[in-house]
């Protein structure tokens, strides 16, 4: 069952039949049965979703994880390793004919075919070299004429089904609702729960013939294409308005997105930064109409009822996303001599919201846990001292981080906003409701 979460709080139900059979390949005689499948001349493309960490092969050490580094030496025979299995599959297909085929990783992660070309190369080139795969192996990865790793842009979003969800369901007669947890706290659903909203565009690079995926609403492109459409939803039309949400919810209270879209404050304010402050600068695709885009992000999409987000959820690891959100438009807008930097307005607030955040402190003056991020000791203690109701003024405790090309992707007070965003800090901290306040001022 493929349930659709309308924005109007209705849902929309449709019975799947497409899936023929289902395979585990950490089993063994599922793995015999996929090597025979992906022997077969007819078999065009494999697709992958397992999220950005499942293309790595390395540990925080850097060094190979203990699986990945077995498999490597080992060889194909046997593997252990996700991506060990699929190298293997793919060996399998050289030795059947060097029969063509497309690898379509579909992860929401930038350029994911490359990150799943370097996984499967990484395993062909030791396997050649240690004599464990024929080296002709290593040359047919390579060929993107024989195997191609497409890259694809996909935006949908697909979250734990609500228990409002499972009643609508069993109230029509449908009784597989009860979800199931793993060994890894990762939720399973007996039934596809998404939103109404989908974009997938996919690299049009089909060594074996290209599957008609357009007829069911997928967008083949050239690579360059598939760039734009992914620079557009990250840098301008959808992440940076989830930062500015995320940030300000968590200093307002909320616990759940749709909710703070009720705040028309907050709302004014996620429309200037995105049409007002970034249109004028957006990588447009010309396949995907980047006004259209945002119009979907905040008219249908963030206040859906069925989307249990969380700002606190969407502020995780903020500082390594905000030199992408928000640093690509303010470089942006220095290399264009028709625009003056000095006009951002609201982009400013957001990233000293964000400092405002790390304190942990709400509107309300009450103490919150700040989203986990893997540079929040260093911010936190640079901003240690500084509490509600503190006078400023902070440059010496706020310079060192606006300055940090790290932070922003550029140095904001040589970008002329440094002084602004320091401005903004200091309104933010004044006193309870000062964040209220000045969404309420700027937002206009």
Same mark, same amino acid.
């Given at each position: 069952m493929a349930v659709t979460l309308k924005a109007d709080g209705s849902i929309q139900k449709q019975v799947i039949g497409s899936v023929a059979e289902a395979l585990r390949i950490d089993k063994k005689?599922?793995?015999?049965?996929?090597?025979?499948?992906?022997?077969?001349?007819?078999?065009?493309?494999?697709?992958?979703?397992?999220?950005?960490k499942g293309y790595s092969l390395s540990g925080r050490d850097?060094?190979?994880?203990?699986?990945?580094?077995?498999?490597?030496?080992?060889?194909?025979?046997?593997?252990?390793?996700?991506?060990?299995?699929?190298?293997?599959?793919?060996?399998?297909?050289?030795?059947?004919?060097?029969?063509?085929?497309?690898?379509?990783?579909?992860?929401?992660?930038?350029?994911?075919?490359?990150?799943?070309?370097?996984?499967?190369?990484?395993?062909?080139?030791?396997?050649?070299?240690?004599g464990l795969a024929e080296k002709g192996f290593l040359d047919y990865v390579k060929d993107s004429g024989k195997v191609s790793?497409?890259?694809?842009?996909?935006?949908?979003?697909?979250?734990?089904?609500?228990?409002?969800?499972?009643?609508?369901?069993?109230?029509?007669?449908?009784?597989?609702?009860?979800?199931?947890?793993?060994?890894?706290?990762?939720? !399973?659903? *007996?039934?596809?729960?998404?939103? /109404? $909203?989908?974009?997938?565009?996919?690299?049009?690079? #089909?060594?074996?013939?290209? =599957?008609?995926?357009?007829?069911?609403?997928?967008?083949?492109?050239?690579?360059?294409?598939?760039?734009?459409?992914?620079?557009?939803?990250?840098?301008?039309?959808?992440?940076?308005?989830?930062?500015?949400?995320?940030?300000?919810?968590?200093?307002l209270g909320y616990t759940k997105i749709s909710d703070e879209m009720k705040n028309s404050d907050v709302v004014k304010?996620?429309?200037?930064?995105?049409?007002?402050?970034?249109?004028?600068?957006?990588?447009?695709?010309?396949? !995907?109409? *980047?006004?259209?885009?945002?119009? /979907? $992000?905040?008219?249908?999409?963030?206040?859906?009822? #069925?989307?249990?987000?969380? =700002?606190?959820?969407?502020?995780?690891?903020?500082?390594?996303?905000?030199?992408?959100?928000?640093?690509?438009?303010?470089k942006a807008y220095l290399a264009d001599s028709k625009l003056n930097v000095k006009d951002l307005n609201l982009i400013p607030l957001v990233l000293a919201g964000w400092l405002r955040f790390i304190l942990g402190i709400d509107d309300k003056g009450e103490k919150f846990t700040v989203s986990s991020d893997p540079n929040y000791e260093t911010l936190a203690q640079a901003l240690s001292g500084i509490s509600l109701g503190s006078k400023g003024p902070f440059h010496d405790k706020l310079q060192p981080i606006l300055s940090n090309p790290t932070f922003f992707g550029v140095n904001l007070y040589e970008a002329g906003l440094g002084e602004k965003v320091e401005a903004y800090f200091a309104e933010l901290v004044a006193g309870p409701g000062a964040v209220a306040a000045a969404l309420k001022k700027y937002a206009k």
């Open positions: 005689e599922d793995l015999d049965a996929l090597r025979k499948i992906f022997r077969s001349k007819t078999l065009k493309m494999a697709s992958f979703t397992i999220t950005e850097g060094g190979f994880l203990p699986d990945v580094a077995a498999d490597l030496a080992a060889g194909p025979k046997d593997p252990t390793s996700y991506i060990g299995r699929l190298s293997a599959l793919v060996y399998e297909r050289y030795l059947g004919g060097q029969l063509p085929i497309a690898l379509v990783s579909m992860d929401n992660c930038s350029h994911n075919g490359d990150k799943l070309f370097a996984a499967v190369e990484a395993f062909a080139v030791k396997w050649t070299a240690s790793f497409p890259w694809s842009m996909i935006d949908k979003i697909t979250p734990r089904p609500d228990e409002s969800v499972k009643a609508m369901l069993e109230s029509v007669g449908f009784t597989d609702t009860a979800g199931q947890v793993t060994a890894k706290n990762t939720y !399973i659903a *007996p039934f596809v729960n998404a939103e /109404e $909203v989908q974009y997938l565009v996919i690299e049009d690079k #089909f060594p074996n013939g290209r =599957p008609a995926l357009d007829k069911a609403g997928v967008l083949f492109a050239k690579r360059e294409t598939v760039d734009k459409v992914e620079k557009m939803k990250v840098c301008t039309c959808l992440n940076p308005l989830h930062t500015a949400l995320a940030v300000f919810g968590c200093i304010h996620v429309e200037i930064v995105g049409y007002k402050e970034g249109l004028p600068v957006v990588v447009d695709p010309g396949i !995907i109409s *980047p006004k259209k885009f945002i119009d /979907e $992000v905040l008219q249908v999409r963030v206040p859906n009822p #069925f989307m249990p987000d969380t =700002p606190q959820r969407i502020a995780t690891d903020t500082s390594l996303k905000i030199p992408i959100r928000f640093g690509e438009t303010i």
